[in-house]
Each structure stands twice: as structure tokens, then as C-alpha cells.
């Protein structure tokens, strides 16, 4: 028998000594004698990218992931050498290159060490499916803290554990059930009080392993495509989330509405379903915003079509709803039911749009349909067509937002839950097998389906939300975590999925609120919506077969602390469109899990229950049944608790009384909270005053308030109205400046300041330098009235 022996037994390979060095502009070329390649490129003085190459070629260069407009800006580069080593400084990082082994090690400019390779790049030869497999080792140290990587359902803290990246179909997943629905290859490093983050942009099955394997390694590897990946310095963890979150896009602003409330089932129909659930929002009167359609509204679940039996006319019913304040979303989901009287089908078949296996037949499976074909969304042409699907759906019919499912893509009754690796994919030009474009398939139905959906729903804005996702799908769309379950320890896992999805460039996610599989209790649903009203996505749902799960399905008091949960997120909705205002400017994410906020105590390391929302709200939920509140972590620095104003210092662990009506909330000292009033959904009322929670401080802090018309494009002609203030307290006096940008006049010319903390009794108060009559103050319940363009008011006790 012949072999191929050498191909077969090489092993790992790893580079050797630098021959030869080029530059280019801000790119360095290290070739070694047995011709591995690094590209080396500065994008900013903090942000690196390596490339390895082998056999001294480099592939063409292509990432869905990454939009190179944003790569630009670094304010020094150099090249210099010493004896062992090639140096790259730049204005905040000096790169060694060993020049024997072309291992690298990563300092700060004041020489501290932040990362270096162990073994480093290595590369076994992959002789079955062609390529390499390409690997990376780096050293890790005591101490050193993991966080980031998607949607995995464990602890924030990634130490000891070992994970792959895999979009896959997880109904009912557990904690540490890995991989599940989302692959996001960016990890953070917390060493010594500096973090770091480094995004490996490979779309194959990658694997990272924290430390698990060998104490002092962490190391991640692909089975194919190359070692690439971007360096990230912070030193804080908020400058290499919103680098990363910069590197690899951000939304645009969504309408408000989709911050409202959001309520889903599988399913509901008919038609009168549908209105009996809108209608009880309202004689109820719990807010809502959204009502979505689930499978079960199409024909013969045909992406679509409309069943007309369940629903005669759509339009009208869409119509109807909105008339109502509801905005109605539905799911479409990829698989294309094998049906010659289908349009799609025909359409996608007659254009050659599914995917296709290795010898030429289309790419077959069953999903809810029956057998489906499945359109290649990874070509640019049929993302196109994809989008103009959309015309009636959202152009005529209404909808305003669109939910994709599936797409991992999830086929069932077949071993993988997906498409085998031989599929084909155009990859934007790039053909290649499923295995590269697994990961991407989902994000770009999501961005397709974004394309039409934005088009249509014009001027209005779009809403997308996705299951599966690849890094970079925040340009495109929200999402949920997936199928989870109604117990105590997914409300957990609930929690620490956004926060992570947060640290990871995806801050627009929720979770199924009461849990999608099986039933929660009164309690647990309540415990559940109270962490939900803080999550960005704000969304109940669930699977038919289990129960109902409205606010309602309880008892009375459960419906009443749901209303009063879901009222405190309507009051804070300029609180949430501010934070997302951030987010989508800056990529500052919308929670901060605690290492975030305060990376230098180490008490923070290993805390994953509580989170800030936006910038000065701690909240920590209670995840366990029976509670009448719960010890937790107050963050150092001061704070109020939200429901009593009780001023507390923090750095400390303390017990907290939340009973079945409360959870454990904190406002920072300083912080200034926008509130409107409660609205069944957004745009129900002229919002005739906006009131302003000012917690006092001894202090200079700054926050900020941003309002448009909460839909439309207007805001990017500068349409906007951008509220900076300045608090400055002192002992016996509160000063607060207001900066106002932006060309938008919001509708109501009253502030209405409400002062907590005061640690003196007014005597004087002026306002742009005129006395306001102190009468008002009493007369006004506490509240201090000021027009809304005051410039600076002046407390003085
Ligand atoms: O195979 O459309 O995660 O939210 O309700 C199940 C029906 C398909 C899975 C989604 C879930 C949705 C359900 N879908």
C-alpha cells in the first residue's frame, strides 16, 4: 500500500528563524527560513493585528466580521532590533518578535508585560480536508481573569474552562451546555489590573481553552482557514470592548418602541388570539409595545404567505393593532419549503439561490415545512433578492419588524442538527465549504433581512433580531439567547448571558422572559420579568405546549408587580435610549458586568449576579425562590438605594430586603436619572415634562440625556437634542449646568428636578441667575420646575 507519510505525520509545525523583514505603510511582513509569514499591522497604537501565513502564502484577505473603514489611526509606529528580538513600538505598545521562533510578547509603553506567546503560532498540515490546522498558545498567569465569547451560559469568568464556537440549535440547553446558538471568537484578559482582548476572526469551528487544559496556558485553535487575530489593548476593559465592539461595527439607533415592552408565544392565532392578548394589555393597563407572530401564522409555514384562515387580512389586522400602539413583528425563518407552486421556491430554484452540496444537488433538509431548500445568504445577489422578499411583508402589509430563527441554520432528524461540511458557499466571492460558513450563515440572513426590512419600513427604522449570530451581526440586529427553560438556574444563566453578550459588541439581546420551555411559576416569572426590565431586548416568550405566560397568567399580584416592573422601564426608557445612544456612537456597552465597572478591585473578578445598567444604576436580581432579599456586592463608591434613597458606601458586601415586590437597585452618587411619565406604549402621550432624579454627590459628575423624534432618520440631519449636565456638589451647595446639542425641541418645556440626597436645607435657589420663589418648591411636591433650555441652576444651602 502507498502512503502519503510525510503528509500524514509532520504534527505540529512551528515557525523558525526571521530571514527577511518588509514594510508597508503601517503593515510588517516577518518571513521565517522555513516560510511562515506574520503580517503584522498597527490599526490604531492599541489595536494590533497578526497574521500567519504558511508556505509564505497569505489568503486573500476577507472578514464579514470587521469593517475596514474602521481600521484606521495610529499615531507612531517604529522598527527597531535588539539581539534577540525585532521591536514594533507604537504610541501605546512595544511588540517583541523573537527572531529565532517569531514569538511575540506585548508590552505596555511603560514595559509592563501584558501578553506573550508560549509556544505561540503552530500549524499541523490538515492532509484530509486541505489547509492547516492553525493554533495559538499564550502564557497566562495566576490570577489572570477571562471574560466575553458570546452566549455561553456559564460563569462571566472564563478561568479553567474550555469552550468551541459552533452556532448550534440548543433546545432546553443547561449551564455549560456548549457550543449553543452564537460564535463570537473575542475573549478579554484581566492581568494585573490591565485588560486586554483578543478577537481571533475565524469563521471555522474555533476552540479557546482558558487555562483548562495547562494551568499556565491559554491557548485557541481552528481547523482550517488562518491564525488571525486583533490585539486589543485597554489598559481598561471599557477601552477594548468599545475597540472591539469599534472594530467590528455598530448599530444604528433602533425606534424606541423596540426598547418598550415586547410580548411573544409560540403561537398566537387567529386573528382573534391576537387581538384578545393586545386588547387584555390594555384593559389592564400593562404597557407593551410589540406583538409578534410566530410560525404558525404562515401557510404551511411557507416564509411569506399568510395562513387565511387564521388570518383573512393581514393588513387590516396590522393596521388595527397599531392603531392600538401595537407594532406587529414576525418570524421568517431560512428553510424554503420544496414546493414547485411556491414562488420563493421557484424564484430561488430558477435563480440557482439555495445552497448546494459538494456535487451539484441542492442542499436538502427537513425543517418546520417538511423538506427545504435553503437560499446561500453569503451571496451578495441572493441577500438582494432576500431583501426585495420583504416589499409586501413591510411595505404593504405593515409589519415592522422581523424575527429570524433558525439559523444556525438547524435542520432536524439529522445528526449535527445542520448542514453536513461539504455544503457549498459563494462567501461573498470566496467559495467555500460549511465548514467556514457556518458560523457567518446566520448573520447574514440577519443582514439580509435587515436590507429589506429598513428598505421597506422606510422611513421608519427597522428592528431584526436573530438567534445565531457571528461577531459583527450588531450592525444588523438584535437578538435572543434561544430556547431556555423555566427554572431558577436559567434565570441565571439569563443574567449572565447579557451581561456577556454586553462585553462582547452585543448589547441589544434579551432573553425569554419566564423561560421558553416548560412553565414558570408565579414567582419565577415575576423574579424574571424584574431582571428583564433591565435587559437592552425586553421580551416574554414561551413554547405553546407549556401554559400560558402573559402577566396575567397568575394571580393578582403577580400581574400587579409585573405592571409596576414594566411601568419602571417605561418611566426609564430615556434612561435605556440614552445608554443606547452610547452604545451605538461610542460601543460602550449597555450593561456593565462589575469587573467592568471597577477592574482595579478584585472583589469584582469573580461577581457575576450583579451588573450597572447604563452608567449608574447596580442592580442585582434574586435568583432564588422564596427570597425576602438576598446578600450581594455593593461596588465601591457611593450609592443610593433606589427604592428607599438610604445613601450607602460601598466596597462591601451587604444584605438587601427585596421581597417578592422589590429588587436590590442602587444609584450612584451623582448621577443625574431622566424619568417620563408611564405610557401604555411609546408615543401614546406628549411627553409634556421630563423629570430628572438628581442624587447628590460632593462631587463632579457629568451625565447626559438623548431624545429625537424615537423614529425616523431625521436625528442623523441633527435633528436631535443632546442634554449634557454638569453636577457639582459641595457641602452646602448643588450646582447643575445644562449643555444642550442638536436641533431637536422635544416637546415639553418643563424639567422637573427631584433632589435626593441633600445634605442641607435650602435657603436660595436661581436659576440662570434669577431667585425661583421657594413657595413653588412645596407647592410642586418637592419638585423643582425649570424651563427646559435652563442653563445653569444654582441650590445654595
Ligand atoms: O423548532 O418557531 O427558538 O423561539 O418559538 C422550534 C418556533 C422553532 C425555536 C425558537 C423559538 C420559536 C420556535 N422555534
Redesign the pocket.
Known amino acids: 500500500m502507498i502512503t502519503n507519510t510525510e503528509l500524514e505525520q509532520k504534527g505540529n509545525q512551528f515557525p523558525n528563524t526571521i530571514k527577511n523583514i518588509r514594510q508597508e505603510v503601517d503593515t510588517l511582513y516577518f518571513t521565517t527560513e522555513n516560510n511562515v509569514i506574520l503580517e503584522l499591522t498597527v490599526l490604531r497604537d492599541s489595536v494590533i493585528r497578526f497574521r500567519y501565513g504558511t508556505r509564505g502564502i497569505l489568503e486573500e484577505d476577507f472578514s464579514y466580521a470587521v469593517d475596514p473603514e474602521n481600521l484606521i489611526g495610529y499615531n507612531h509606529l517604529e522598527l527597531s532590533e535588539n539581539k534577540n528580538f525585532h521591536i514594533v513600538t507604537t504610541a501605546k505598545l512595544i511588540i517583541k518578535i523573537e527572531k529565532i521562533s517569531l514569538q511575540t510578547k506585548i508590552l505596555d509603553i511603560e514595559g509592563n508585560l501584558i501578553n506573550e506567546d508560549e509556544v505561540g503560532f503552530h500549524y499541523e498540515e490538515s492532509f484530509t480536508l486541505g489547509g492547516n490546522i492553525v493554533k495559538m498558545n499564550k502564557r497566562s498567569h495566576p490570577g489572570e481573569a477571562f471574560y466575553g465569547l458570546g452566549d455561553k451560559p456559564v460563569h462571566l469568568n472564563l478561568r479553567g474552562k474550555r469552550f468551541s464556537n459552533w452556532a448550534t440549535?440548543s433546545?432546553a440547553f443547561g449551564k455549560e451546555t456548549d457550543p449553543i446558538y452564537k460564535s463570537v471568537p473575542f475573549y478579554i484578559g484581566l492581568k494585573d489590573k490591565r485588560a486586554y482582548g483578543i478577537f481571533f476572526d475565524n469563521t471555522f469551528k474555533s476552540t479557546f481553552d482558558f487555562c483548562q487544559e495547562r494551568l499556565d496556558v491559554t491557548s485557541f485553535w481552528a481547523p482550517g482557514g488562518e491564525m488571525n487575530y486583533y490585539f486589543i489593548y485597554g489598559p481598561d476593559m471599557s477601552e477594548v470592548v468599545q475597540s472591539y465592539t469599534h472594530l467590528t461595527g455598530k448599530p444604528e439607533l433602533p425606534p424606541l418602541w423596540t426598547l418598550g415592552f415586547q410580548q411573544?408565544?409560540?403561537?398566537y392565532y387567529p386573528e382573534s388570539t391576537v387581538k384578545g392578548i393586545a386588547k387584555k394589555f390594555r384593559d389592564l393597563k400593562i404597557p407593551c409595545d410589540g406583538i409578534y407572530l410566530?410560525?404558525d401564522y404562515m401557510e404551511g409555514f411557507r416564509c411569506f404567505t399568510w395562513n387565511k384562515e387564521y388570518f383573512p387580512d393581514p393588513k387590516r389586522m396590522v393596521r388595527e393593532l397599531l392603531n392600538d400602539g401595537f407594532k406587529t413583528i414576525v418570524?421568517i425563518?431560512p428553510g424554503i419549503k420544496i414546493d414547485p407552486d411556491y414562488w420563493v421556491y421557484r424564484q430561488a430554484l430558477e435563480n440557482g439561490y439555495f445552497c448546494k452540496r459538494a456535487d451539484g444537488p441542492d442542499m436538502i433538509g427537513k425543517?418546520?415545512p417538511g423538506e427545504c431548500a435553503f437560499p446561500d445568504y453569503t451571496n451578495p445577489e441572493v441577500r438582494e433578492w432576500w431583501a426585495g422578499l420583504f416589499k409586501e411583508l413591510v411595505g404593504e402589509i405593515g409589519v415592522r419588524g422581523v424575527?429570524n430563527?433558525?439559523n444556525e441554520p438547524?435542520v432536524?432528524e439529522v445528526p449535527g442538527k445542520t448542514f453536513p461540511d461539504d455544503v457549498r458557499h459563494d462567501f461573498d466571492g470566496h467559495p467555500c465549504s460549511h465548514r467556514k460558513a457556518h458560523n457567518v450563515y446566520g448573520t447574514q440572513m440577519a443582514r439580509a433581512t435587515y436590507e429589506g426590512v429598513k428598505k421597506y419600513v422606510y422611513p421608519k427604522r427597522p428592528l431584526v433580531i436573530t438567534?445565531s449570530a457571528y461577531s459583527g451581526a450588531q450592525r444588523y440586529t438584535s437578538s435572543?439567547t434561544?430556547?431556555n427553560v423555566a427554572t431558577w438556574e436559567h434565570l441565571w444563566i439569563a443574567n449572565n448571558q447579557v451581561q456577556r453578550m454586553c462585553l462582547s459588541g452585543m448589547s441589544f439581546t434579551g432573553t425569554?422572559i419566564g423561560g421558553?420551555a416548560e412553565q414558570p411559576t408565579g414567582e419565577l416569572f415575576v423574579r424574571w420579568i424584574q431582571l428583564g426590565v433591565f435587559h437592552p431586548f425586553c421580551r416574554v416568550?414561551s413554547?405553546g405546549h407549556h401554559g400560558d405566560q402573559e402577566p396575567w397568567s397568575f394571580d393578582d399580584e403577580i400581574t400587579d408587580i409585573t405592571r409596576s416592573f414594566i411601568e419602571l422601564r417605561y418611566t426609564l426608557l430615556p434612561y435605556l435610549y440614552t445608554m443606547f445612544y452610547d452604545y451605538a456612537t461610542e460601543g460602550i456597552p449597555m450593561l456593565k458586568p462589575l469587573v467592568y465597572f471597577d477592574q482595579d478591585d478584585p472583589h469584582t473578578h469573580y461577581r457575576s449576579d450583579e451588573f450597572i445598567f447604563g452608567n449608574s444604576i447596580l442592580v442585582c436580581p434574586i435568583l432564588e425562590p422564596n427570597s425576602k432579599g438576598r446578600r450581594m456586592y455593593l461596588a465601591r463608591g457611593g450609592w443610593y438605594n433606589f427604592w428607599t434613597n438610604e445613601y450607602l458606601e460601598g466596597g462591601r458586601e451587604i444584605w438587601v430586603d427585596a421581597d417578592i415586590d422589590c429588587i436590590p437597585m442602587f444609584v450612584q452618587k451623582g448621577s443625574i436619572i431622566p424619568r417620563y411619565p408611564v405610557q401604555q406604549y411609546v408615543g401614546e402621550q406628549v411627553i409634556d415634562e421630563l423629570k430628572l432624579d438628581v442624587y447628590y454627590a460632593e462631587d463632579v459628575v457629568d451625565s447626559k440625556v438623548y431624545e429625537d423624534a424615537n423614529d425616523g432618520y431625521d436625528y442623523k440631519k441633527g435633528r436631535y437634542s443632546l442634554r449634557n449636565f454638569k453636577l457639582r456638589g459641595k457641602a452646602s451647595d448643588l450646582t447643575i449646568q445644562q449643555h444642550k446639542g442638536g436641533t431637536f425641541e422635544t416637546e415639553y418645556d418643563t424639567i422637573k428636578l427631584n433632589l435626593i440626597g441633600l445634605p442641607f436645607r435650602i435657603k436660595k435657589i436661581k436659576v440662570d441667575n434669577v431667585a425661583y420663589d421657594l413657595n413653588n418648591l412645596d407647592k410642586e411636591d418637592k419638585y423643582l420646575k425649570l424651563p427646559e433650555d435652563f442653563s445653569v441652576v444654582h441650590i445654595i444651602g
Open positions: 440549535d433546545y411573544c408565544k409560540w403561537s410566530d410560525i418570524i425563518d425543517v418546520w424575527w430563527d433558525m438547524a432536524m438567534r435572543w434561544g430556547d425569554d421558553f416568550h413554547s
